[in-house]
């Protein structure tokens, strides 16, 4: 039976290629869309390329200039950030909200930090407030640079298939991020994201005013418990924090629509679909 989000996915991308850029040695993948607007620039977790947020590029790329990086082979979270800061200025974004998924959270929020005067609003999502510990558990406790990397993919298939059995109705995203731990993301780049968490730097303290700050988070995430998202709120003491009812540790691709409108209110566009409401800390 044909995966609908592959599909859909894959016709993006034929008329989105992923282009490709080196930077200090190392060699990014981005898809840009959008010629006016406010800047944004998408970062994705450790299962995704840019491409994985079609839908928001999509719903976006006529009202905003858009940037999605995948990342490359090599380096880790501090080298990524210099490197983001200069193809930002290739790319001449300027100023720009930056929103980063997981191990993208981690990197927005030390880019955030970091480069103040580049980052217009920090949105980080689905994602942790440090490092410490990360290393004892599964599968960064492996050896990343050496185990056999069908150990390190049987690892994320055990993860997926978990997640398919309790949620059947799922099941092509499931069939999406496998093709993604299945080679669609290289080797190299999957052992580099893995190593950027296990030896990530503890975050520096944010650099932003509050109300240029935002969460996203999912009640029923299941790699960010709910320890974890508080910590990232007391953190980042963030003007509003959104919460998905559900949407498990990927809400962009399955809740896409409200996924865009709290995009449109970040970046002061037009709410084209249900909005959020109001008040620090917004269900849906």
């Given at each position: 039976?044909?995966?609908?989000?592959?599909?859909?996915?894959?016709?993006?991308?034929?008329?989105?290629?992923?282009?490709?850029?080196?930077?200090?040695?190392?060699?990014?993948?981005?898809?840009k869309a959008g010629d006016s607007g406010p800047a944004l620039l998408l970062i994705p977790?450790?299962?995704?390329?840019g491409d994985v947020f079609w839908q928001q590029i999509e719903a976006l790329q006529d009202r905003a200039r858009i940037v999605a990086v995948t990342y490359p082979k090599s380096g880790g979270v501090p080298e990524w950030a210099s490197d983001i800061a200069e193809l930002s200025g290739r790319l001449a974004l300027d100023r720009f909200t930056v929103l980063g998924s997981s191990l993208?959270?981690?990197?927005?929020q030390y880019l955030a930090a970091t480069y103040p005067h580049l980052v217009e609003g920090l949105i980080a999502a689905n994602t942790l407030h440090s490092v410490a510990g990360v290393a004892t558990r599964p599968p960064y406790s492996s050896d990343?640079?050496?185990?056999?990397?069908?150990?390190?993919?049987a690892g994320f298939g055990r993860n997926l298939g978990t997640w398919r059995e309790a949620h059947p109705e799922q099941e092509e995203l499931v069939d999406l991020l496998m093709t993604e731990v299945a080679g669609?993301?290289?080797?190299?780049?999957?052992r580099a994201r893995l190593n950027a968490l296990k030896r990530g730097?503890?975050?520096?303290?944010?650099?932003?005013?509050?109300?240029?700050?935002?969460?996203?988070?999912s009640a029923d995430d299941p790699l960010i418990l709910l320890s974890m998202r508080e910590a990232v709120r007391e953190r980042l003491k963030p003007s509003v924090a959104y919460v998905f009812e559900w949407g498990?540790?990927?809400?962009?691709?399955?809740?896409?629509?409200?996924?865009?409108?709290l995009l449109e209110e970040q970046l002061g566009?037009?709410?084209?679909?249900?909005?959020?409401?109001?008040?620090?800390?917004?269900?849906?």
């Open positions: 039976m044909a995966n609908r989000l592959i599909a859909i996915r894959n016709h993006f991308t034929n008329r989105h290629p992923e282009q490709r850029i080196m930077i200090s040695g190392r060699e990014w993948g981005y898809v977790g450790t299962l995704g390329r993208g959270g981690y990197l927005a990343l640079d050496s185990a056999p990397i069908e150990e390190l993919r669609r993301i290289p080797e190299p780049e999957l730097p503890e975050l520096p303290l944010p650099n932003l005013p509050r109300e240029r700050i935002a969460t996203i988070e498990g540790h990927f809400p962009y691709i399955v809740r896409p629509e409200l996924y865009v409108s566009l037009a709410i084209t679909g249900r909005d959020w409401g109001t008040g620090e800390l917004r269900a849906r």
